[in-house]
């Protein structure tokens, strides 16, 4: 069998250390070729020595090269440029996953950073395929249904992150149209795996995770207006990664756009509920408006106290509901479905007591 070659942008972070794992595991015959930041050498080879030492076939088959998506030809030595140019695949996971992050910063990473890469897939004489991970936010505040195939829909964002992922997506629908072999994938909120907790960063719902697990007995939780019809979408990383690995092993899904959400997700009012019933604590709803809200977290002293970003509190009103039809028609046929919260949601939260110190800073 011909030897497959993965270029995998975004090592070693959270989605892109497990998704390696699959692809590898999937076929014998393939080997990455991973881009890492300088700063990030070190956690990259002790990530690659981690895979190696738990699957010993893999020895040699993850290659690492030193590089930056937001550089001209990804700031590769020509060496590693030329090694990169023998991929037949890529899979741009690569962006800055911050809510709070500044503009200049965000379109450089999601929006440059991505053009870069597609740029770049241009000049690769064997190209098979580019998969490409978006974000259900690109739908912004869009009041209503978003379909997978949904985008430019005079949506408003709350954030740089969500604004340039959109961008970006734009911009890879376009080298799509021009013949790029481009699957999109739009997970949701992204939490650790189903079956073990594990995560690498503690941000989104690991917020009022921690803060229930802070405030023993009775947990005060401010909620907003039509929280009860307020939907928190969240999907732990196992089913984002067996379903990108899967479904990037057919080729039927080039061209497509899944959505990695649930498509029966929790209220805000039943997210609450059943936090309280897993940590053991009493949830008191204490009606707020966002403004208040908003700025009574960006107050020095109570920020020190709760620890929840302001940013945050938009993910406690949002009004859009994500279809999945294409995903769960396309997964039927690998068998692969997602897990209700209600069933690792003690797993995440025992994850979280065990391991208090790991921080809410992201990677790219």
């Known amino acids: 069998m011909t030897k497959s070659i993965a270029f995998v942008t975004g090592f070693p972070g959270f989605i892109a250390d497990e998704l390696i794992e699959r692809i590898l595991l999937q076929n014998i015959n393939i080997e990455v070729i991973c881009l890492v930041q300088g700063i990030y050498l070190k956690m990259a080879l002790a990530k690659v020595d981690e895979l190696v030492k738990r699957q010993p076939d893999f020895s040699g088959r993850i290659h690492i090269v030193v590089g930056d998506i ?41 929006v440059e950073g991505t053009l870069n890469v597609l740029d770049l897939c241009k000049e690769l004489k064997d190209l098979n395929r580019i998969d490409y991970m978006s974000t259900c936010y690109v739908s912004g505040s869009y009041n209503g249904i978003f379909h ?17 992922k959109y961008l970006a997506e734009i911009e890879v629908r376009k080298y799509q149209k021009e013949g790029l072999p481009i699957t999109i994938y739009r997970p949701s909120i992204v939490v650790g795996d189903s079956d073990s907790g594990k995560t690498q960063k503690y941000d989104g719902i690991y917020f009022f995770i921690n803060w229930f697990l802070r405030i023993p007995f009775i947990a005060f939780m401010p909620v907003l207006n039509n929280y009860q019809n307020s939907y928190v979408n969240i999907v732990p990383r196992d089913f984002v990664t067996q379903s990108v690995a899967a479904l990037s092993s057919n080729d039927s899904s080039i061209g497509k756009t899944y959505q990695l959400a649930d498509p029966n997700p929790l209220s805000v009012a039943e997210l609450i509920e059943e936090l309280g019933k897993v940590t053991h ?30 940013p945050v509190v938009q993910y406690l009103i949002l009004p859009t509901k994500y279809d999945t039809t294409q995903t769960q028609h396309d997964l039927k046929q690998f068998n692969i479905q997602i897990p209700s919260i209600k069933s690792y949601l003690p797993v995440l939260i025992e994850f979280n007591k065990k391991n208090p110190r790991i921080s809410s800073k992201g990677l790219y």
Do not use: C, M, W
């Open 70 to 110: 937001t550089k001209h030809n990804l700031g590769l030595g020509d060496e590693d440029l030329q090694k990169v140019k023998t991929s037949t695949r890529v899979l741009h996971l690569a962006a800055i996953y911050d809510l709070s992050i500044d503009e200049k910063t965000a379109l450089k990473v999601n």
């Open 148 to 164: 997978e195939q949904d985008l430019e829909l005079g949506q408003y964002f709350n954030n740089y992150y969500e604004k340039t």
């Open 281 to 310: 604590r009493f949830p008191i709803k204490v009606p707020v408006s966002k403004n208040i809200l908003e700025k009574s977290l960006q107050n020095p002293k109570i920020q020190r106290f709760v620890k929840i970003p302001a």
